[in-house]
């Protein structure tokens, strides 16, 4: 798709409310509703939506199962896909049984850590690995996500080794930026920095 | 301050890479290599530099002590700063515990759910409390950042109770988007829609 980054950004945040919304059987919403949700304009809304050739606004709004269809056709959201979390300390573990991955399309197929006492002591019924054998395990799973959760000094060498098991995509917690090939979609959370954000406006 | 919310986020970015470089006791940094580290453009860079009134750019590039201290103060972040966390689940006891946020300036000071029984055995060096007890807390200890971890239908409510409590900023990690008052600095990390923005690219 040929579609400006922040679009696809505001555009997926959108998809996430319309299936808020028709969870909870609401039939229409209107692209003022939608930017509140979202943070953004109604005119943003508007011109977003109507980038990608949506139709079916009407004088009630936005038909929510309609839109919510075609943006997630329009966006290949629609596929359930395999990701992998690698890093099984507090954080990792947490995200290795966040249910709602697998209720939004996500599903976490395995986990990996460097420590083999750890994996043998873990809780989860997702199934962990060493490292070790990591490019084995995302390339025979077909992994398409790779979750970073790895103290910083190792995110580089993790995500090295995701990229060459084939993942497409790399969501990365560590507190460091890393490197990868611009074929590889990539996007950090930084954790820190986040709250950052929020007191540098108090 | 009143600086454009982009800007503010993005001096955040650069206050931390500033940092990690600190600590690698790199003494110069370009603004190319600043725009590569946060994702941005080094004109941008240069631009969000120059609109606090920072000074101290020589050839070499910026020095990394004095603008991270210069950005320290105009950002408001050299104080220590008292937070909470709500829910204690496996993402809120995984945050509960994430060493990087003290490192960082965010002191964690108490943990809050609605579970006695979770309160209990819970294994943590933090203070943790019933919710019951979240107002009175939050309010003597001067918490001023409240962290949500809730599942979705709560988090309206203990945002209501984190404001009335007195907090100045909130940060939501719960799936649903809550209103606050505008007074109220206010962000949410959205964990499947940071997989989303990714897939939605391949």
Redesign the interface.
Known sequence: ?NIP?NT??R???I???LD?LGKKSIEFVSSKDLAI??GTTEYTVRKDISLIGVTGFTRKGYEVVSLKEQLGEK???KTQ?K?CIVGL???G???L??E??KQ???DIVAGFDSSINKIERIHTSIDVFSVAELENVVSQCNI??G?IAVPSEHAQDIADKLVRAGV????NFS???INVNENI???R??????????????
Do not use: H, W
């Not at 959370?189 to 108090?202: C, E, G, K, P, V």
């Open positions: 798709m980054s696809i950004d555009l997926c945040k998809f996430g409310q808020i949700a979202i966006l290949n959201l896909r990701a300390g507090r954080l573990t947490a995200l049984d966040y709602k991955f939004d399309g996500f398409e996500l979750i497409k995509g790399i969501l507190p460091v930026e979609i990539y996007s959370i930084d954790l820190t920095n986040a709250l950052r954000s929020i007191a540098a406006r108090f």
